[in-house]
């Protein structure tokens, strides 16, 4: 799955998946735009390869216009984008009977509107380039209740799997497929939750039919999959990476 001489840019590629994204990428040759609203991580760092890191808010219409723009011009196309960038607060998105409006609207600003800002600001640049491919990600939170509900999180995570399937309708005339892949439970610094209680994750691994919590390369893999040459026949879908969580009954 080579990607030699393609550029790409990556959301949330501070830590977690969003830095495996890019590491797998970078190994397999791109020139990588990697943004995050923390600084770069010193893994990536050691990396080398071609990338640029941009700090600073997905949330800022402009900021991520002249970061899509910055991305483009490194090689005149701009050929892969990665929304990997999100929130899980796991302490204040409660049940929607219950949350703080407040925190509901930066879940949803933060988890859902970025992909518009960074999509909006993509679709146009891919076009120029006549072909693109775009994965968003998104979780299994969105195809189940929670008796634990992250109502915000659910909510924004649903509206990506939908949100995905009409850009590939949209724009597969113009070489350009988006997809989905979904995680399920995952060793991530969004799992705080598990820092320092082996048994809450190991709890989570016994229901997972393969036994164990996915990792950050796990996710990267399927990523990697979807924008590759090897997946050019599939827009529109969504892929997911749970050990088996769903299928169960």
């Given at each position: 799955?080579?990607?030699?001489?393609?550029?790409?840019?990556?959301?949330?590629?501070?830590?977690?998946?969003?830095?495996?994204?890019?590491?797998?990428?970078?190994?397999?040759?791109?020139?990588?735009?990697?943004?995050?609203?923390?600084?770069?991580?010193?893994?990536?760092?050691?990396?080398?390869?071609?990338?640029?890191?941009?700090?600073?808010?997905?949330?800022?219409?402009?900021?991520?216009?002249?970061?899509?723009?910055?991305?483009?011009?490194?090689?005149?196309?701009?050929?892969?984008?990665?929304?990997?960038?999100?929130?899980?607060?796991?302490?204040?998105?409660?049940?929607?009977?219950?949350?703080?409006?407040?925190?509901?609207?930066?879940?949803?600003?933060?988890?859902?509107?970025t992909i518009v800002h960074t999509?909006?600001?993509?679709?146009?640049?891919?076009?120029?380039?006549?072909?693109?491919?775009?994965?968003?990600?998104a979780s299994t939170q969105a195809?189940?209740?929670?008796?634990?509900?992250?109502?915000?999180?659910?909510?924004?995570?649903?509206?990506?799997?939908?949100?995905?399937?009409?850009?590939?309708?949209?724009?597969?005339?113009?070489?350009?497929?988006?997809?989905?892949?979904?995680?399920?439970?995952?060793?991530?610094?969004?799992?705080?939750?598990?820092?320092?209680?082996?048994?809450?994750?190991?709890?989570?691994?016994?229901?997972?039919?393969?036994?164990?919590?996915?990792?950050?390369?796990?996710?990267?893999?399927?990523?990697?999959?979807?924008?590759?040459?090897?997946?050019?026949?599939?827009?529109?879908?969504?892929?997911?990476?749970?050990?088996?969580?769903?299928?169960?009954?």
């Amino acid at each position: 799955m080579t990607f030699q001489g393609k550029t790409a840019v990556v959301t949330g590629a501070g830590g977690g998946m969003g830095l495996a994204i890019t590491q797998g990428l970078l190994a397999e040759g791109a020139m990588v735009t990697a943004i995050d609203v923390k600084p770069c991580p010193a893994e990536l760092l050691q990396e080398g390869g071609s990338f640029q890191f941009l700090a600073g808010d997905l949330t800022d219409d402009a900021f991520v216009a002249d970061a899509m723009q910055r991305a483009f011009d490194q090689q005149g196309s701009l050929d892969c984008l990665v929304n990997a960038a999100g929130v899980l607060w796991f302490d204040r998105d409660v049940s929607m009977v219950e949350i703080d409006l407040d925190v509901w609207d930066k879940v949803l600003e933060i988890d859902l509107k970025t992909i518009v800002h960074t999509t909006r600001h993509a679709v146009p640049l891919m076009k120029k380039s006549q072909s693109g491919a775009m994965v968003h990600i998104a979780s299994t939170q969105a195809l189940r209740g929670d008796d634990k509900p992250q109502d915000a999180y659910q909510a924004s995570k649903a509206a990506i799997l939908s949100l995905s399937k009409s850009l590939a309708i949209q724009f597969a005339g113009d070489g350009i497929r988006s997809n989905c892949v979904v995680p399920g439970p995952c060793e991530s610094p969004m799992q705080a939750r598990w820092v320092g209680n082996p048994d809450s994750k190991k709890a989570t691994a016994g229901v997972i039919p393969l036994g164990r919590v996915g990792q950050p390369q796990d996710i990267a893999d399927a990523v990697l999959f979807l924008l590759s040459d090897k997946a050019s026949y599939i827009t529109g879908t969504d892929l997911i990476v749970d050990g088996g969580l769903t299928a169960r009954p």
